[in-house]
Antibody, heavy 119, light 111 residues
């Protein structure tokens, strides 16, 4: 069975940092582009960042550019999201998702991890 | 990244057919045949229900169908059922620069 499992969420103060992890199982992480989405309470899905097989292609949404860093460790079959300078508006459930580049679909999603930015 | 335009909500009665619209631009929906649709029930993970504009992944009900005309993609749900009540998101490849174009979601209410 293929799975993605996020971890690392929690409560953090404004201006603080947090590192999210996404562990992949049942498939070869190195064969896929990976992404992070988030969903604020009661709001729609927001794409945050994508990373290609290596680190040659990384893209960020304007809302997180300069503050968030996506990375991957194919050997450890994990995806990461380093979040710095967090703001209240970053409060959301964060999902990692596998991107099928052939048809540009997000065909596998994790269950999400909640990040709350509050003083 | 760019945003696709979706109506905030639609409603229908059981058995009816409902069509959702998703309007983009020539930079995304109008150029690429890479529109996908996702269904998300409250508290659940998004589920892919349509890809490449009109294809259904294995296991997705035949009641879901997709199409595209110009810069607008559409999702039709026929024979509405209570279980279809969810939020539906459209997505398109946005080219090298924008990468992902995502809609704000349409909440479907089954009356």
């Amino acid at each position: 069975q293929v799975h993605l499992v996020e971890s690392g969420g929690g409560l953090v103060k404004p201006g603080g940092s947090l590192r999210l992890s996404c562990a992949a199982s049942g498939f070869n992480l190195s064969d896929h582009r990976m992404t992070w989405f988030r969903q604020s309470p009661g709001k729609g899905l927001e794409w945050i960042s994508s990373i290609a097989y290596g680190v040659t292609s990384i893209i960020y949404a304007d809302s997180v550019k300069g503050r968030f860093t996506i990375s991957r460790d194919n050997a450890k079959t994990s995806l990461y999201l380093q979040m710095n300078s967090l703001r209240a508006e970053d409060t959301a459930v964060y999902y990692c998702a596998r991107l099928n580049w052939d048809d540009f679909t997000f065909d596998l999603w994790g269950q999400g991890t909640l990040v709350t930015v509050s003083s | 990244q760019s945003a696709l335009t979706q109506p905030a909500s639609v409603s229908g009665s059981p058995g009816q057919s409902i069509t959702f619209s998703c309007t983009g631009t020539t930079s995304d929906v109008g150029t690429y045949n890479l529109v996908s649709w996702y269904q998300q029930h409250p508290g659940k993970v998004p589920k892919l229900i349509i890809y490449e504009g009109s294809k259904r992944p294995s296991g997705v009900s035949l009641r879901f169908s997709g199409s595209k005309s110009g810069n607008t993609a559409s999702l039709t749900v026929s024979g509405l059922q209570a279980e279809d009540e969810a939020t539906y998101y459209c997505c398109s490849y946005g080219g090298v620069t924008a990468h992902v174009a995502f809609g704000g979601g349409t909440k479907l209410t089954v009356l």
